[in-house]
């Protein structure tokens, strides 16, 4: 399913020319937000046991040196 989101400023002008042109394709829907404000706020601080732990998820290198290669001859 794609949702095709039109803000409300420009609702009026907007929605019925994309619902027309997205009749033919089921996977589509127009929809107008209808958010008010932001869903979390900028500065608030959330509690200790539901902050996000933010953290390097790259595998760290092997230390030191790695040992000569082998010829398969």
């Known amino acids: 399913m794609i949702?095709?989101?039109?803000?409300?400023?420009?609702?009026?002008?907007?929605?019925?020319?994309?619902?027309?042109h997205?009749?033919?394709d089921p996977n589509v829907t127009v929809i107008v937000d209808q958010r008010k404000s932001e869903r979390r706020d900028r500065g608030a601080k959330a509690p200790?046991?539901?902050r996000r732990t933010v953290r390097d998820r790259r595998r760290r290198r092997v230390t030191g040196d790695l040992p000569p290669l082998v010829?398969?001859?």
């Open 3 to 20: 949702y095709c989101v039109v803000p409300p400023e420009l609702a009026d002008e907007l929605f019925d020319k994309l619902t027309d």
């Open 22 to 24: 997205y009749a033919d």
């Open 48 to 50: 200790d046991d539901q």
């Open 71 to 73: 010829d398969a001859e």
